[in-house]
């Protein structure tokens, strides 16, 4: 069986990604709904190929970047979404996007998240109480 790609964050990616998902922990132990940024259109505009591509490009709680990609976080009731894209809008594909949502979800097992592959954009869903005592921090 092949590894994943290496992600090799920088400092800074790695205490942006601490920093968002104490915040998501937070937000799940309040029982608070997770939701995407309010629509700015001078920072983004609705893609004219698919409709994801776009979310989350305003500043926001639940996003960060490492490396080339991109992911961005939304709650869905009992469940929890990870997105992942290039940051350029090209093309991800599967391996890639594991990569970034090993880095991102850190302990929590692989068998709980549910993947909805795409071309441009892939998506994790998982639920929200997975991430309580198995989420690795720093």
Known sequence: M???PLISPSTEEG???????KRILDFVVANKTIKLPEFDSSLSRPDDRF??????????DFS??????????????????LMVTHIDGTPINTRDAQAVA??????LPTAL?????????QHFYFGHDDLIGNLVLD
């Open 2 to 4: 092949s590894s994943l």
């Open 15 to 21: 205490a942006r990604r601490n920093e968002v998902m």
């Open 51 to 60: 409709a994801l591509l776009s979310l989350g490009l305003e500043p926001n």
């Open 64 to 81: 960060g970047t490492v490396a080339e990609y991109r992911y961005q976080f939304e709650g869905e009731e009992d469940l929890l979404h």
């Open 102 to 107: 090993s880095f991102v979800l850190q302990g």
């Open 113 to 121: 998240i549910w993947l909805r592959s795409g071309q441009f954009s």
